[in-house]
């Protein structure tokens, strides 16, 4: 009887424990750089999460509101699927603990980190699990790879749903990337795996039955890969409970191949040129175990090219930022500068799928010496200001708007919600930065009420009431600060232009081919240039070998699309501007049969 006994209360024992998980609570947040409250209470809130990093993990969710979050614009959909779409919340700083808003009777508000306590999170940490989830990851420069094991450790039944998350869990910078002055940002959401509506399970689980997945993510807009853990946990989509949660931190990042070389990225070439010069440099990094001691790096823009060897020593995961020199290029419609990078170590890249970067380089849009600043602010127009400086940074025009009176952050007034347009002269053969700012960092986003409102932003328009520039959008959060750029050449002031004495463009409307007919005094180079009824240069064309008299340059238009172009021709002593339309070869013929058919018609009916 006392063995008989023995055994029983062993075996009792064991299906207790097997039938007990210990609980990681799960502790979800939604915050914004640009939010005052959070940079209030996440201090507070991260000390207490540090102190509980054996009952509780955490995930931030970096919403789009109140204003400019960095973080947000890098997986919006999930941020947002799952603070408003899924649990229903309007504002931030709110965390779910659990998958519920915990309710703190007004002061603080429910939900908000300012409430948190040892005891709520002990109360959670205190109540038995339904799983155990076993949780590991392989992490190369490129890719993470999860493997993830549920075991049912209490019966239970539902909408069962296992997320995994992939986290950062410091992410700081040198500045605030909102404007609520917040440098460190913890546990912030990079990816859901596969997204952020999780995996289906079973709908009910017995003890001892089991789920397991294997989910891969390219990683993407990661700040410090050394910095990347993952969160998986088990909700019940039908009540939001949570059955139990995961991490898992401090795998090392491998490296895939010997020879790897990665083209990280391209810097130097923020904002715009007006003159088509550059000094960008590229950013190399080591993905191969080897130590890269050489590269080869080429790169193209519109044309002009280069190639450049370099030497240095950079062991795994290394980078080195490497200047291409002072590049000259013919700017053009589309202005793509391709990096590439070859022969690391003086053999083949075992790699090459990394291997090329490029970047878009901004050209200032041609602008008239009459030009229209016209901008639509929003609902608080005291935080939205702009000017125009030169090339030594010297003001030429500048506008203040003016808040409201309606509530205590400036809502409304005779400026709210409203196209304001400004004309501004600017001078000839110059370049401008066109600079909005917004005061709070949230762009333009909130109408107070109005319905029905043209989109957010501004549009500079040349002197025929063409825009060159638009930076529109219903919600047009930019931050605390956006630019443009604009130039002005001898044609912007078409009251100066020494036209040519003789100019004819034909035929128009066009088809395939216009023809530039003009007459020169001298011999000369010749540009032509072809712009859409947006401003956006489309064609740029060089006839250097011009003869004196006169003379017809062919402009292929056969790749553009129907509608009305403007042509400007210039040279060292005249420039002129027209404009033609164009119809493609099959609209043409469309309209021919129109005609045709229409002809026949007529000589059938009379």
Known sequence: MKKLFTFLLLS?????????????????????????????????????????????????YQWYFPGYDPMHDHNPTEANGRFDEYYGQNGVPTAMIDGS?????????????????????????????????????????????????????????????????????????????????????????????????????????????????????????????????????????????????????????????????????????????????????????????????????????????????????????????????????????????????????????????NNATNVSVGIAAYASTNTTVEVKTDYYPGETSWEITDENNTVVASHQYVAGTADSFGGGGPDATKTHTHSVTLDINKCYTFTMEDSFGDGMSYSGGVTGATPYGYRILNSSGVAIITEQANSFNFGDMIESGLRTDAASGLSNVNEFTSFNLYPNPAKDLVSIELSLQKPEAVTVEVYDMLGQRVKFEQFNQTGSGSSILPISVSDLSSGIYSVRVSSDSAQSLRKFALLQSNIVTMFNNALLIKSRVIIRFF
């Open 12 to 60: 009792g024992f064991s299906l207790s424990a097997f039938s007990q998980s210990q609980r990681m609570v799960l502790i979800e947040e939604g915050t914004n750089a640009s939010c005052g409250p959070c940079a209030s209470q996440n201090p507070a809130f991260k000390t207490l999460l540090d102190a509980n990093t054996t009952k509780a993990v955490s995930i931030k």
């Open 101 to 353: 808003v915990p309710t703190f009777g007004g002061n603080p508000y429910d939900g908000a980190p300012a409430g948190y306590t040892q005891a709520l999170i002990d109360t959670r940490y205190g109540t038995p699990a339904q799983f155990d989830i076993e949780l590991t990851y392989s992490l190369t420069p490129e890719t993470i790879t999860v493997n993830a094991t549920a075991t049912c450790t209490e019966a239970t039944s539902g909408n069962l749903k296992l997320r995994i998350a992939v986290i950062e869990k410091h992410i700081a910078f040198a500045t605030a990337p909102g404007s609520n002055g917040e440098k460190d940002f913890y546990n912030v959401m990079k990816k859901f795996l596969p997204n952020h509506n999780g995996i289906n399970m079973a709908a009910s689980y017995n003890v001892g039955e089991t789920f397991s997945t294997e989910q891969s993510w390219n990683l993407a807009n990661v700040y410090d890969i050394n910095e990347l853990a993952v969160v998986a946990f088990i909700q019940d989509d039908t009540d939001k409970s949570i059955k139990q949660a995961q991490i898992a931190q401090d795998v090392p990042v491998v490296p895939a191949y010997n020879n790897d070389a990665f083209a990280s990225s391209v810097l130097g070439v923020d904002g715009f040129s007006c003159d088509g010069n550059i000094n960008p440099q590229v950013v190399i990094q080591n993905y191969g175990s080897e130590p890269l001691t050489s590269l080869n790096i080429d790169y193209e823009i519109n044309g002009t090219t280069g190639s450049m060897p370099w030497s240095g020593n950079l062991a795994f995961y290394e980078t080195a930022t490497v200047s291409l020199g002072s590049i000259s290029f013919t700017p053009d419609a589309d202005n793509i500068l391709n990096v590439t990078t070859s022969s690391p170590n003086g053999v083949t890249d075992e790699n090459s799928q």
